[in-house]
């Protein structure tokens, strides 16, 4: 095979590596502004996959809470780029499940219902 004939798929290759490189980037990065509560420090890729319990797992988010402050109400996690708020107090989940769940539950937009 003659570089002529190679080059399209060199290029090719190289603009779909460009492609993912991008979209994994965009997906790592929050465009909120505000910080995440405390929690354990995050790997690269895997997150904190393997710190998730898979047994017990409200012991070690109560240890959680008690390392990242003084039995914090809220710890951070991120597993596969996926954010987890662990809420480890009644109260606050009181707070902010039943007092302000108008802000957080909603319905989707459906437009052909508008018309």
Known sequence: MDYQ?????????????????????????????????????PRFIIGNL??????????????????????????YARVLGKHIIIVNSHKTASDLFDKRSHIYSDRPVVPILNL
């Open 5 to 41: 004939t190679s080059l399209p798929f060199v290029v090719l290759f190289a603009l779909l590596v460009n492609f993912l490189f991008r979209k994994i980037l965009s997906a790592w990065k929050v465009n909120s502004g505000l910080p995440f509560p405390p929690g354990p420090t």
């Open 50 to 75: 393997r710190e998730i319990p898979t047994k017990l797992p409200w012991l070690t988010y109560m240890e959680w809470g008690l390392k990242y402050g003084e039995l914090r109400k809220l710890v």
